[in-house]
Structure formats: structure tokens, C-alpha cells
């Protein structure tokens, strides 16, 4: 009988959990292409093309890691983006300096994925491709930025983070993204990871959140699909469940699904919650 594994405690009846080894082991499929957005060697951007004629749609992916290059990287979602590219869809995954890099954190983390996403135009004209659908789909800290990337419309103009018209996000794919930086102080990522998303009050800036939490700023104006793995204990279910009512009272249209699986799964393609995952992203952008 399978076992369902979580540490070291097994109970029969399901299959066990997928670990990063599973995944990262396996042969890392490469990017068509790969595009500088600034002059940082973080600043860059790869693009994912189908095979064959067509005007493809184009899905923006940001990858996680606890806001932490020591972590992951953008690679770490080849094999998802690898999938969707073999499915007719062309993949925008980008890189930004994280909270252990010079200028990663607050501002630049956000400045370099606000600047990314704005790229996507000129590649977008450059290959044909439809942008017009403005999918953004992130996994864990990609997650957050993700929903961060939907509600940019709303920041202030006190902001550092304000960008003139920033590419219109129409729906987001959070996996299991951190939507709270107030609350979302106790996963895997600890609290430090995210203090430095936040950054430091000033008298200029009393609240940290305000430009940075998708939580703060609901109602983002975008579809939202948050999926959370059953058996995700790097960042629990109820993290989701909790930002989507908070989204829903706020206005927000939002659909939550709990797939069978944990962190992993969910961007690793043959498992049933990446797999439903890239069937959902098929039907917003077709």
C-alpha cells in the first residue's frame, strides 16, 4: 500500500509526498531565449516558445524561494514553463534581485519584477504573441509577487514602487503564494525573508504594507485563482483560504482549489496539481 510521508510519520493510503530532489534532478529543460530587462545580471528574463506558427499566448511566471536567490532561482521553474511552452503557450519567467542581493528587497525586488513584467510588451510585439489576456502565475514567494503585480494600478504616487500604465493583469494563478506579509511571518521562509519584502517604516512610509501586501490592497480588480496543495507544509492551505476571504469581502472574484500534493507538486508537471493547474491556465488564456 502506498504511504503518505510528512517528515518522518507515515499513515497508508495515499502516495508520498514529492521532494525538491524528485524534481530538480531530473533533466532541466532550457529557455528559447533569454532577454535582459536592466543592466543587473539578475535583470533577465526567459522566454519560453511554442513550436510552429501562430500568435501564442503569453503567460507571465514568476518563480519563489522565499524571496531568496540562495534559494531558487527562475529556473527552478523550467519544467513548468517547459510544460506550458509543449501546450501551445509561450512563457515570460522572470528573474529579480532577491532580499540576499545588493538592492533585492524593498524597493528593488518590486522594481525589477514591475520592470520585467513591463518588458513583456516589447517581446510581445517582437514574437507575435497575445499579452492581451495578462495572465501572471506564481508559485510561493512568486505567488505573493504575483498578486502584488495585479494590484499595481492601485499604488500611490508617494510610492517608489509606482510605475506609469503597468502591463494590465487580467487573472492571477497564485500557488501557494505568502498574499499576507503582516501575517504570513510563520513558513518556511521565516520572518526575515518577509520583514525585508516589507521594509522599514519612515515617517515618509508609516505603513509598510501598503504598497507591498496584495492583503493591503484588495480588491486587486483581477481574477484570482489561489491553489494550495493538501498536503503543503511550506506554505499551509489556510494562508490561502484566509487571503481569499479577505479578497472576497474586499469585492474580489476568487476560486480556491486544494489539490492533492504539497509545495512540489504544485509546479512539478505530471503531478495532479501542477497538471490541473496548466489546464486552468489553457482555458484564461485561450
Known amino acids: 500500500m502506498p504511504m503518505h510521508c510528512v517528515g518522518d510519520r507515515c499513515s497508508p493510503g495515499a502516495f508520498p ?5 524528485d524534481l530538480l534532478s531530473k533533466p532541466r529543460p532550457a529557455a528559447t531565449q533569454r532577454i ?3 543592466p543587473l545580471p539578475q535583470q533577465v528574463v526567459d522566454l519560453w516558445l511554442p513550436d510552429g506558427p501562430g500568435r501564442h499566448p503569453l503567460v507571465l511566471m514568476i518563480h519563489g524561494g522565499c524571496w531568496t536567490k540562495s534559494v531558487a532561482d527562475l529556473s527552478i521553474m523550467n519544467y513548468a514553463a517547459e510544460d506550458l511552452r509543449q501546450r501551445g503557450v509561450a512563457v515570460w519567467n522572470i528573474e529579480y534581485r532577491g532580499v540576499d542581493e545588493p538592492g ?3 524597493p528593488g525586488t518590486y522594481q525589477d519584477v514591475a520592470a520585467a513584467l513591463d518588458a513583456a510588451r516589447g517581446a510581445a510585439k517582437t514574437h507575435d504573441l497575445d499579452l492581451s489576456r495578462g495572465v501572471v502565475v506564481g508559485h510561493s514567494a512568486g505567488g505573493h509577487l504575483a498578486l502584488w503585480a495585479a494590484a499595481r494600478h492601485k499604488l500611490s504616487k ?3 514602487l509606482r510605475a506609469p500604465d ?3 493583469i487580467k487573472a492571477v494563478v497564485d500557488l501557494a503564494g505568502l498574499a499576507d506579509l503582516k501575517t504570513n511571518t510563520d ?3 521565516g520572518p526575515d525573508p518577509v520583514a525585508a519584502m516589507a521594509g522599514a517604516p519612515s515617517a515618509g512610509r508609516p505603513d509598510i504594507y501598503a504598497d507591498t501586501s496584495p492583503a493591503a490592497l484588495v480588491p486587486l480588480g483581477a481574477v484570482q485563482y489561489v ?3 493538501t498536503d503543503d507544509h511550506t506554505v499551509k492551505p489556510v494562508i490561502g483560504d484566509a487571503y481569499a476571504a479577505l479578497a472576497r469581502a474586499a469585492g474580489d472574484t476568487v476560486t ?3 489539490p492533492p500534493g504539497g509545495h512540489v507538486e504544485e509546479i512539478a508537471p505530471g503531478a495532479r496539481s501542477w497538471d490541473a493547474t496548466a489546464a486552468l491556465i489553457l482555458k484564461l488564456v485561450k
Open 17 to 21: 509526498l514529492m521532494q525538491w530532489s
Open 36 to 38: 535582459a530587462y536592466g
Open 104 to 106: 533585492g528587497g524593498y
Open 158 to 160: 508617494e510610492s517608489p
Open 166 to 168: 503597468p502591463v494590465k
Open 187 to 189: 513558513t518556511a521562509c
Open 227 to 229: 491553489i494550495h496543495g
Open 256 to 258: 480556491v482549489s486544494h
